[in-house]
Structure formats: C-alpha cells, structure tokens
C-alpha cells in the first residue's frame, strides 16, 4: 500500500488496538472486529451474559477516535422509536445524529421499533418526521440470547442485517483471570488516538482494495460448500462480505485480498450456532495455512 498518510493511520490504529487489547482480556477477536465493523460500515451484534465488557470495549474504542459520536442505549419492550431520535434525549446524541450507535438487549424490543431500526440500518435514513440521511457508520447490539432455529422468525431479517457476529466468553486462562483481576482502572490505555478524517481515509481506502478472480472463485466454493450442509446465506450477505474482505486487506496492508482474508468470515456465514461448525471447517479447508 503506497499510500504513506494511510500507512501512518494504520500504525497509529495498530498502537490503540494493541492497548485495547491489553485492557480488555481474550478479547482480541472481538476487538478486531469493531475495527473492521466500522471500516467497512457495517452493523454487529455481540452476544453474551452481563459483565464481559462487551459495551466497556466498544465505549474503549469510540474515545480514541476524536469527534467520533456515540449514540448508547437500553432497549425494553416498551421502547418506541422516537425514544432514540435526538430532539428527544438531553445531550441531543441520538440514533439520527450519531456516527456509530451501541443498543443494548437490542432484541427486547417491540416489533414496531425494531422494524423502523431496520430501515435506518439499511438505508441510513431516519423519519423524524420528515425522511432524512444521517451519518450512521455502524451499528452495535448486544443480547445474551444466542439465536437458533425457534427464535420468532420475525426477527431473522433484522438479524441477518448483522454482518458481523461474535460471542464473548468469561475469560478462561488462569493466568488472564488473575491479569483481570489486578487490572486497575485505565490499564493499557495510552496516548495515540485518531481523528474522524484518519477513520474516514480507511474507509475510503479499504472500499478501493482489489478482489482477484482468485477470491471470487474461493468465496463460490465455499457459498456450494455451505449449501451442501443446509447453511443457506443470503445473497445479500454474500454481497456486503466482499466489502469485508476489501477492508481486511486494507487493515493488514494490503492492494488486495488474498486466501488470509476469507478467514474473517467466519463471524458472517452463520445464522444458527448449529451452523457454526460447518462453517468453520467449511472455511479452514479453503483457506488451507491461513486458517490460524
């Protein structure tokens, strides 16, 4: 990548990541994952109990990109839409007037909101009242329900809405839960931050990254391989991973994307957790070596 104002970005990017990283234990999965959510503007959904910093980490994040604007709120099963719309929240940050938004138990929901959330997710436009654009970049929900085949099925269009789906787990090593639970305050936190300009130039460079025909051709054997098990992804999913794949490569260094790449997908080929194991094996045979 000749481009030595991204190169800079990028090694500034690789210092926050690496300290959120040391703040935030195991979780350097889910980390990464943020950072390729909003580079390719595209909505995630972790999944999990209370109490794994599932919100602390995405909160982490927000604070080392200056002028970055976080929309954060509880969703209840009387929330309705116009409790996230900014005229009507103090500090004036909601939904339509913020760059990336983080809703908690994001399923517990009434339809009604949830199926307005989804217009905003798809076509980054608010009615409030009158039809507006906004500057929404990503979406995160939390839920601790892990979704399988008797989840009302209302909700799987929403759901598949979530490109990006990631687990998290208590954290497991010993050695870590001893870090954890010596962690003090602030741990691992360090000066190096962005701008809203440096976030906007990777994501500007990440969606001009090459796929080779290489790719397509691996991305349709693993689409027939997925098939053959009964895990159906839409096309529309297939579509938006391209856009991952470009900004993966971009975040690695790279003109273009290669075998390594595809590897992220796992987090978006799944529906059920039942799937999870197919694609997983699905995707480690493709990839061969780069599997990890």
């Known amino acids: 990548m000749a481009d030595l104002k991204i190169k800079s970005v990028l090694n500034k990017l690789a210092d926050i990541k690496k300290s959120l990283c040391s703040a935030f234990l195991e979780r350097n999965d889910a980390i990464d994952m943020i950072i390729l959510a909003v580079i390719s503007k595209k909505h995630s959904i972790l999944i999990g109990e209370p109490g794994l910093a599932k919100t602390a980490m995405l909160k982490a994040f927000v604070e080392r990109i200056n002028g970055l604007k976080l929309f954060d709120f509880q969703m209840t099963p009387a929330t309705d839409i116009k409790e996230l719309m900014s005229k009507n929240i103090r500090n004036k940050i909601g939904i339509d007037n913020c760059d990336l938004a983080l809703i908690d138990e994001f399923f ?28 929404l ?3 995160f929900a939390t839920s601790n329900e892990r979704p399988d085949k ?5 909700l799987l269009p929403l759901y598949d809405r979530f490109l990006f789906r990631k687990e998290i787990l208590p954290v497991r090593d010993e050695r870590n839960f001893r870090k954890l639970l010596e962690l003090k305050d602030g741990t691992g936190f360090e000066k190096t931050s962005l701008n809203k300009n440096d976030l906007a130039d990777l994501i500007s460079a990440g969606e001009t990254t090459d796929i080779p025909d290489e790719i397509f051709n ?13 895990v159906i992804v839409s096309d529309r999913r297939w579509r938006e991973t391209i856009k991952i794949l470009k900004a993966n490569a971009m975040l690695n260094g790279r003109d273009a994307a290669g075998k390594e790449d595809i590897k992220i997908l796992e987090s978006s080929l799944w529906t059920y957790y039942s799937d999870i194991r197919a694609v997983k094996n699905i995707i480690r045979k493709e990839t061969g070596g780069y599997a990890g």
Not at 150 to 154: H, I, K, L, Q, R
């Open 108 to 135: 517990k929901g009434p339809h009604a909101t949830l199926n307005s959330l989804l217009a905003i997710m798809n076509e980054r436009i608010a009615y409030v009242p009158e039809p507006r654009k906004i500057p």
């Open 218 to 230: 691996s991305i349709y054997s693993v689409r027939e391989e997925l098939r053959n098990k009964q």
């Open 137 to 139: 970049i990503s979406l």
């Open 150 to 154: 008797s989840s009302d099925a209302n």
